[in-house]
T-cell receptor, first 120, second 113 residues
């Protein structure tokens, strides 16, 4: 099946520093990728839609200057948490829709394994 | 505003029996629904989906039922197995939103021996 990878799987950083998280589609191309955030025991909250070749689309309430998204190629999107603060500590997950599988539907997104960010 | 709701945060079922996970939605524009399974510290894994033009979709032990008039869907797992223990999220999408998914709050399923 389709595989999406994320790197790093976990990262600890100091308050005020920036952290970059990579999301890669390993065996298919993705013109669109999505970035989610999950708080403990909560739902996945969509943060933004990453678009290859154009600017990301952010959901209401998500600071685009704080969460920088770059869709560098058809297989790579990056999320940079700038000037991180402890409240940014969370589980960040990316996903990509893939139509290439037999009978696959664009709504059937494939998720990366997630990145646990801890800001001290 | 939680447009997709899973009112049961947890469910415990004995191995071999049926697990029924429920999901309600409020936005009538949603036309595609999915169920994902998630283990701790991992990304969700796609399980099964259903289009709004259908009321049932079956894949092995998993069946999803959709009641559009009630804005309700359910996931049936039968027979339940210990390996099914995980958090299950339902998600919804609508045509024209570039595959954007709105997730429910999740139900933790525990399948006991």
């Amino acid at each position: 099946g389709a595989v999406v990878s994320q790197h790093p799987s976990r990262v600890i950083c100091k308050s005020g520093t920036s952290v970059k998280i990579e999301c890669r589609s390993l065996d298919f191309q993705a013109t669109t990728m999505f970035w989610y955030r999950q708080f403990p025991k909560k739902s996945l909250m969509l943060m933004a839609t990453s678009n290859e070749g154009s600017k990301a689309t952010y959901e209401q309430g998500v600071e685009k200057d704080k969460f920088l998204i770059n869709h560098a190629s058809l297989t790579l999107s990056t999320l940079t948490v700038t000037s991180a603060h402890p409240e940014d500590s969370s589980f960040y997950i990316c996903s990509a829709p893939h139509m290439g599988l037999a009978g696959g539907h664009t709504y059937e997104q494939y998720f990366g394994p997630g990145t646990r960010l801890t800001v001290t | 505003d939680q447009q997709v709701k899973q009112n049961s945060p947890s469910l415990s079922v004995q191995e071999g029996r049926i697990s029924i996970l429920n999901c309600d939605y409020t936005n009538s524009m949603f036309d595609y629904f999915l169920w994902y399974k998630k283990y701790p510290a991992e990304g969700p894994t796609f399980l099964i989906s259903i289009s709004s033009i259908k009321d049932k979709n079956e894949d092995g032990r998993f069946t999803v039922f959709l009641n559009k008039s009630a804005k309700h869907l359910s996931l049936h797992i039968v027979p339940s197995q210990p390996g099914d223990s995980a958090v299950y999220f339902c998600a919804a999408s609508m045509t024209g939103t570039a595959s954007k998914l709105t997730f429910g709050t999740g139900t933790r399923l525990q399948v006991t021996l």
